[in-house]
């Protein structure tokens, strides 16, 4: 896989059969090894090890309905009290983030109306606050640590 912008962790990698497959720990299952879910799973573990967003927090591949059409959103943030706070959206290294990407979670936001969303393809990652009043976003230079979010 190539090397990401993130720093390096154990990630439970095995071969079955002629695939490989990586092992997510929020949904505690082997999934099949593509570069978007390398990137998934290797931010999962930033936002966890380094930035200290909680496990039971996080949800991956999180079904939404736009416009009839079933979405998934690739990774989100609740808060305690189950109210989506972040959005992230994910994609393979060889992807680049284009505006497209940013409409993409835009529209995911519709339904969720989370204070932060974040886009990486984990060499790139973009951060931004949502201004729900007047409806502008605010990049970031960094993303935030979890105990600034709350």
Excluded: W
Aim: with cysteine; hydrophobic share 35%; proline share 3%.
């Amino acid at each position: 896989m190539t090397k990401l912008n993130l720093p390096e962790y154990k990630l439970n990698i095995k071969k079955k059969n002629s695939n490989f497959e990586i092992f997510d720990i929020i949904r505690n299952k082997y999934y099949i090894l593509t570069p978007e879910e390398y990137v998934r799973q290797s931010f999962i573990h930033f936002l966890i090890n380094d930035k200290k967003y909680p496990k039971g927090l996080l949800g991956v591949e999180i079904s939404l309905k736009i416009h009839n059409t079933l979405k998934r959103a690739d990774i989100v943030l609740y808060n305690k009290i189950g109210d989506v706070i972040v959005v992230i959206e994910c994609k393979a290294s060889s992807i680049k983030i284009s505006q497209s990407t940013f409409d993409q979670i835009a529209n995911y936001n519709i339904n969720f109306r989370a204070e932060h969303l974040i886009v990486t393809n984990g060499i790139n990652h973009f951060c931004c606050k949502y201004n729900h009043t007047d409806n502008t976003y605010k990049y970031l230079k960094d993303i935030p640590h979890y105990n600034d979010l709350t």
